[in-house]
């Protein structure tokens, strides 16, 4: 693969500074604090919209005797498969059904159900549901909407802001977002009202909709070739933590309202920490400020304990830097985008890619919404999602450096899309078994998730990388805006969501072979040597830091 003299200058002195060490380190110990923090602000919404056990209350009977689950209960409120049902109760005979003192069951006529407006609920958890009064299924839409309009704010957001994160730089886009998000989600924590919940719902990730990605990408291109499957894993593994931690809170803070002030409140206190975070030095040299990007890389090896050499030094540096980078300057981000865009190569990579990422964040998440729906302890299925993600990071560990990114990415999507048309197989009732499947789908789209991450990275330029990042998330963001309508689509027919899941998952994971392999390669600096990368294994070979 042809090598523009910025991309070997880069490489040439990672290699003598060190591909991970301490500054490295330091840099990816600033960057997991806005991973955590993105695990808890993207999903909040499974518990501060979550639905809730409820039925009727019944007038005079529960003015008496006020649990789950009376004796009296079969004889005032239908039952649908022994469940009692949330909004119909048995029409009283008379108003003395009504009295407060008392509760006779032959009042009742078990053979005329009305409505009711007041309810019991099985737990002490306050959602929106209980606050709001967003009870009966006709008001389940309600519910799946907040995640529909969280993942809109993002899809809204994330091509500005990787256009503005490539054209400005990726620390300042990343302490707006995190300063953004936590502000308008402590004001969520305050909504008097539905609307009011929803319009921050949208405010939020469209503000702090890029923290992942700018965070994944400071830190990932700090990084040689040979460091990038670790340091995929170490953002990935911290946010699968932070997952499982979002579970313990919640399963602490039972009320939504103190539940957002926890995971928000971190989010202003974390600012003057990532204050610290340094620029990414790829994007410096890509917009010819190699002065800038020198003082880092000096620090860099001073915190690492090693010296540059003179000749890195020049080739950094060099005696006519100046007119490089005002040549650089002129080449506008918007004439790179345009010249990007007229390559056809280039065009149904990124359509591709973007199927790619539609398919993993649809199955991603479809599978973490629908794990509280399981049978069991919501809390703990979903906090046993989320560590599942671990193992798999490990195995990825293990195989990606070794198999490829293409090969293991394919293999990937096609097991999660094969276990959940086998998850249908499995008796009724037989709730482990079902449960290990599941997690078992779960672990291998989250592989196939943390794979794309670094192949997004590694197969497109660096003056247009975040941009088309976010443009191949923004088209992910589709799939998150519907993977919080997949439960109504059980009401329908049960195996439905998971039906939908294994196809597309097979399917895309078929579509991925006509990604060249990045195994071991350095990342492309030009659209030009983006698009030079082979299919073959060839590629390999001709990597010089492998």
Known sequence: MPKSEDDIDLDG??????????????QYG??????????????????????????CHVPGCDDVQTTWHPAWLNETVPMRNGVPAQCEMFAPISNSSLDNDSCDVSNFD???????????????????????????????????????????????????????????????????????????????????????????????????STMYTTAFILALELVGPRMRVSGNNIISCAFSFAEAGLGLLAMLFRNWRTLLKALYIPGLVSLPLLWMTSESVRWLI?????????????????TNKKILSPSAIERLC?????????????NSFFSLLKDAFQNPGLILRIVNCSFCWFTNVLVYYGLSLNSVTLAGDKYLNFILVSLVELPGFLIMQLILDRVGRRITLCTTMVLCGLFCFMSEFIPT????????????????????????????????????????????????????????????????????????YGTIG?????????????????????????????????????????
């Open 110 to 208: 078990t053979s005329a159900v009305i409505q009711c407006d007041k309810f019991v609920y099985e737990e002490d958890d306050v959602t929106i549901v209980n606050d709001f009064n967003i009870t009966c299924p006709y008001n389940d839409w309600k519910l799946t909407m907040v995640g529909t309009i969280n993942n809109i704010g993002q899809f809204v957001a994330l091509p500005i802001a990787g256009y503005l994160s490539d054209r400005f730089g990726r620390r300042l886009v990343l302490l707006i977002s995190v300063a953004g998000s936590a502000v308008f989600g402590i004001l969520r924590a305050y909504s008097t009202s539905y609307q009011m919940f929803l319009v921050l719902e949208f405010l939020d990730p469209a503000i702090g």
């Open 286 to 302: 890509s917009k010819g400020q190699r002065e800038k990007a020198f003082s880092i890389l000096k620090k860099a090896a001073n």
């Open 13 to 26: 002195v990672l290699s003598e500074i060190g591909q991970f060490g301490r500054f490295q380190i330091r």
């Open 318 to 330: 060099p005696s006519d830097s100046e007119s490089k980078s005002e040549e650089l300057e002129d």
């Open 30 to 55: 600033l960057m997991v604090i806005p991973i955590i923090l993105n695990a808890f602000f993207t999903l909040s919404y499974v518990f501060t919209a979550g639905s809730l056990s409820y039925r």
């Open 506 to 546: 097979i399917t895309s994971g078929l579509a991925i072979l006509q990604f060249p392999e990045t195994l071991n390669t350095q990342l492309p600096n030009t659209v030009e040597e983006a698009m030079s990368m082979s299919t073959d294994e060839k590629n390999k070979d001709r990597e010089r830091f492998a």
């Open 429 to 500: 009732g037989n709730h482990w078994l079902s449960l290990i499947m599941f997690l078992v789908s779960k672990m291998a789209i989250t592989m196939s998730f943390g794979i794309l991450y670094i192949y997004t990275v590694e197969i497109f330029p660096t003056n247009l990388r975040q941009s088309l990042l976010s443009v191949c998330s923004m088209f992910g963001r589709i799939g998150s805006m519907i993977a919080p309508q997949t439960p109504l689509l059980a009401k329908i027919w049960s195996p439905l969501p998971m039906v939908i």
